[in-house]
């Protein structure tokens, strides 16, 4: 069954370093997204992109946050200047064009911010 | 997204059915219900979805009330694999694909072998 990959699985950063997570979606997928869940609380999305732009965007993205689709396959997620607050499990996911469709995430990368 | 109640935990044992509900009374007309779960240190993932009429699929089953305000997962064989949280979320498509989910603290289940 097809799946959406993600590296690192576990990356600890410092507070104010730059950090980017990677995530490879399902190929015939051509929407993508972050979530994001802090230890012991609901996953949050924070945004969606379709057609090389954001489609959807939460009140957690903030310009700290960008996303890009570099090449046909990676999505990544980046984070410039890291808070101890940004430490949580970060979910990629992706889905197709119909909204009547479930999405798939991934396993997750756990960041950690010291 | 339209609101979903479901109770925080329920526990079943091993091999019996799991009937898991989900109270939305301000669904609308073009609110599908989604379910997903997400086993102990996992992202979430799919399980099924439907808007009027009742789904099966591998996983489980999805019975939908008449006035769609309620619906009720069901894991006909429960198994500890099936030790989760399960969550209940309306998606309305029109939004198309771009809508972000919104989860709630949805139901821990608990298997007893």
């Known amino acids: 069954e097809p799946e959406v990959t993600q590296t690192p699985s576990h990356q600890v950063t410092q507070m104010g370093q730059e950090v980017i997570l990677r995530c490879v979606p399902i190929s015939n997928h051509l929407y993508f997204y972050w979530y994001r869940q802090i230890l012991g609380q609901k996953v949050e999305f924070l945004v969606s992109f379709y057609n090389n732009e954001i489609s959807e965007k939460s009140e957690i993205f903030d310009d700290q946050f960008s996303v890009e689709r570099p090449d046909g396959s990676n999505f990544t997620l980046k984070i410039r200047s890291t808070k101890l607050e940004d430490s949580a499990m970060y979910f990629c996911a992706s889905s197709t064009v119909l909204a009547n469709y479930g999405y798939t995430f991934g396993s997750g990368t756990r960041l950690t911010v010291v | 997204d339209a609101k979903t109640t479901q109770p925080n935990s329920m526990e079943s044992n091993e091999e019996e059915p799991v009937h898991l509900p989900c109270n939305h009374s301000?669904?609308?007309?073009?609110?599908?219900i989604h379910w997903y779960r997400q086993l102990p240190s996992q992202g979430p993932e799919y399980v099924i979805h439907g808007l009027t009429s009742n789904v099966n699929n591998r996983m489980a089953s999805l019975a939908i009330a008449e006035d769609r305000k309620s619906s009720t997962l069901i894991l006909h064989r429960a198994t500890l694999r099936d030790a989760a949280v399960y969550y209940c979320?309306?998606?309305?498509?029109?939004?198309?694909?771009?809508?972000?989910?919104?989860f709630g603290k949805g139901t821990h289940l608990i298997i007893q072998p």
């Open positions: 979320i309306l998606r309305d498509f029109q939004g198309g694909g771009a809508d972000g989910l919104t």
């Open positions: 301000t669904i609308s007309g073009t609110d599908y």
